[in-house]
């Protein structure tokens, strides 16, 4: 996210005919600092509250439809928003506004809702990048990729593993995050674009990162059952298990959310017989 923010202002100093100089380096970072930091107080102290109050609203009309569009118009809108008026990076406001939505009330709602359209801009996401990668890069340049594999797969993991280790977790986390993280996705794919559109990196150079990040997505499964072996142990069950033969007429209750739990006390109440799942 640091990278998506800062990479318009080094593109600008980059390409300027101005010396160089530390000045030169120093003010357009400032100014894109202090546009993050409006955009961060708007959506912290503002959207955190305007936010939830509006899908409050929504979801007591009663329409799904229109709460399934208003969910989808504020990611959209608090994205476009942060474009056009903080000169944010599209990506990094529908991050801001995913991350708001996630903090709601109702985000398990809207999660259900948007799913079918997560699902749809998923395929189409990995379609792109699927069409954006160069097949002809495997040949042309087989030791530039091998070098891009390998930054990703053993610089990454490295680096990981000696962050937990240093942050004192156990040796068996510090090898299951190295092994996570040896591979590369969503962002990588938007920062390549971006460094491209901004003339800061060639189109050789995102080809690289597209095939090194396909490449690494193929491989991490195997990476990750060689390094993480599989934990043996015996767990014994919390509780026995429930004899339901003597139960007749009684009432199924499925889950036990914020929903359940009040079915489940007005059942009590009324002295209700029900099994819960």
Sequence with gaps: VLALVLLPALAEV????APASWSALLVPLAQTSFKIAGFLVVMLLVARKVIPMALHWVVHTGSRELFRLAVLAIAL??????AVVFDVSFALGAFFAGMILGETPLSR?????TLPLRDAFAVLFFVSVGMLFNPS????QPLPLIATVLIIVVGKSVAAYFIVRALKYSGRIAITAAASLAQI???????ASLGTNLEILPPEGRDLILAGALLSILVNPFIFTWLVPKRQE???????PVDTSDLRDHIVL???????KLIARDLLAKKR???LI
């Design 14 to 17: 980059m390409k300027s005919d």
């Design 77 to 82: 809108g608090v994205a476009f928003g942060a």
């Design 109 to 113: 709602q809207a999660t259900e809702e």
């Design 137 to 140: 890069v495997v040949v042309e």
């Design 185 to 191: 996705g969503e962002f990588s794919f938007i920062l």
């Design 234 to 240: 015996k767990t014994d069950p919390i509780e026995p």
């Design 254 to 260: 499925i889950g036990y959310g914020r929903v359940g």
């Design 273 to 275: 017989r029900f099994i």
